[in-house]
């Protein structure tokens, strides 16, 4: 298979260190940005990092493409979004079926471009702990298992690289070293508070916004309120529904693309382990 990899691509700190990381380690980094739609914005926002990378590590390197999304996230998450608020909460319900849709839309363009792994932005830093609020319930090991083990059925390995790597404080310091272009909100500052929105540094954006999920977490970004959400919730949720829906959009996907889907995956060799 091709020394290449897959890298879920917003162009935030985590992303965008991955990239600089992989470009060492690989032949080539396919960013994929993702729509997702309902209220997703800037998705070519992150252009200015991907030129960065690009000339640090040569024109050749980087494929960056922005994949459309909507129809697995219509289906994991808008579709279903009421009966799973109800039962596990708002971010079980509309951020980690996004999530799967990544995933979703990463298996289905490895199996199209021969492509053995796939990575992201991952990190035990923003996994909900304790007290945190910036943290988000796609950062639990339980979730990331689920995707490992739903992409290695199609022959994909998924590989959460950063996960315990390094902090966000030093990709953080690395990127602004190397120049890149970090939101003003992911800037290492001791108060952030609400009167920021009045801020026009606040709306200059190097990756999209997601102004859905900003106010799936009303609570977190107006009153500071942690909503409660546990690894157990997130399996319960996601786990059926990829099982039942994520396989039968990964069919359709290639049905409809008159793609046969057994053949590919017959004759698509097993990824060796890479840690």
Same mark, same amino acid.
């Given at each position: ?7 879920q ?8 260190? #991955?990239?600089?990381y ?10 994929l ?5 309902y209220?997703?914005? #800037?998705?070519? #926002?992150?252009r @200015?990092?991907?030129k ?22 219509k289906e ?7 009966e799973?608020?109800e ?7 509309w951020?980690?079926p ?8 990463s298996? @289905? ?7 053995p792994?796939f ?9 909900p ?5 910036l943290?988000?319930a796609?950062?639990?090991p ?7 083990n ?15 790597l390094?902090?966000r404080?030093? *990709? ?7 120049g ?8 290492d /500052?001791?108060?952030k ?5 009045? /801020? *026009?540094?606040?709306? /200059? /954006? ?10 799936i977490?009303?609570? *977190?970004?107006?009153f500071n ?6 690894p157990e919730?997130? @399996? ?10 994520g396989?039968?959009?990964v ?7 008159g793609?046969?889907l ?7 060799e ?6």
């Amino acid at each position: 298979m091709k020394n290449e990899v897959i890298l879920q691509f917003s162009g935030g700190i985590d992303s965008l260190y #991955a990239a600089h990381y992989l470009a060492q380690r690989y032949d080539k980094i396919h960013l994929l940005t993702f729509n997702k739609g309902y209220l997703h914005f #800037a998705l070519k #926002a992150n252009r @200015v990092n991907v030129k960065l990378l690009q000339d640090i590590h040569g024109q050749d390197k980087f494929i960056h493409k922005i994949l459309d999304i909507k129809p697995f996230f219509k289906e994991l998450g808008v579709k279903t979004f009421r009966e799973t608020q109800e039962k596990y909460g708002n971010e079980t319900a509309w951020c980690i079926p996004c999530r799967a849709s990544m995933a979703l839309g990463s298996i @289905v363009y490895a199996l199209e471009n021969n492509i053995p792994f796939f990575t992201d932005g991952a990190n035990w830093e923003q996994a909900p702990n304790g007290e945190k609020l910036l943290v988000t319930a796609d950062n639990f090991p339980e979730f990331l298992e689920i995707i490992k083990n739903f992409a290695r059925e199609y022959k994909v390995q998924y590989l959460p690289i950063l996960y315990d790597l390094n902090t966000r404080q030093e *990709r953080r310091d690395v990127l602004l070293k190397l120049g890149a272009k970090i939101d003003f909100n992911s800037l290492d /500052r001791q108060k952030k508070s609400l009167f920021d929105i009045f /801020r *026009r540094d606040f709306y /200059r /954006r190097v990756q999209p916004i997601c102004l859905s999920g900003y106010l799936i977490h009303w609570k *977190r970004n107006f009153f500071n309120v942690k909503e409660e959400v546990t690894p157990e919730k997130v @399996v319960a949720a996601i786990q059926p529904k990829l099982e039942t829906i994520g396989k039968r959009l990964v069919k359709e996907y290639f049905d409809n693309k008159g793609l046969p889907l057994e053949k590919i995956l017959q004759e698509r060799e097993i990824p060796l382990a890479e840690s």
